[in-house]
């Protein structure tokens, strides 16, 4: 299994940067795609960005590209999610997700953050 923590979200003006991470921890030395979904109030979940075990394959929704950057360090056991360019429209809960693969998915993951707000101001 893994167990997920997001870190980084909070306030910021549009325009802004704000830089989330998840560390990951347990079955770490697994293979494993991360997944950045957010969800904003009344809205359904959706995936923002994704990134493959070892860092070379992206995925990001069209939304953010652009904007988002997402990367890993394995040693760390940490996957980041740079927002620059924020939109009050980007204000969501943030949740970093997991499975063990080494495919690029944006779909069926299996392990979960308990997500990190980000409120983006007008």
């Known amino acids: 299994q893994l167990q997920l923590v997001e870190s980084g979200g909070g306030l910021v003006q549009a325009g802004g940067s704000l830089r989330l991470s998840c560390a990951a921890s347990?079955?770490?030395?697994?293979?494993?795609?991360m997944g950045w979904f957010r969800q904003a109030p009344g809205k359904e979940r959706e995936i923002v960005a994704a990134?493959?075990?070892?860092?070379?394959?992206?995925y990001y929704a069209d939304s953010v590209k652009g904007r988002f950057t997402s990367s890993r360090d394995n040693a760390k056991n940490t996957v980041y999610l740079q927002m620059n360019s924020l939109k009050p429209e980007d204000t969501a809960v943030y949740y970093c997700?997991?499975?063990?693969?080494?495919?690029?998915?944006?779909?069926?993951?299996?392990?979960w953050g308990q997500g990190t707000q980000v409120t983006v101001s007008s």
């Open positions: 347990g079955r770490t030395s697994t293979r494993y795609v």
């Open positions: 990134i493959n075990w070892n860092g070379d394959n992206t």
């Open positions: 997700a997991a499975r063990f693969t080494r495919l690029l998915l944006t779909t069926n993951y299996d392990y």
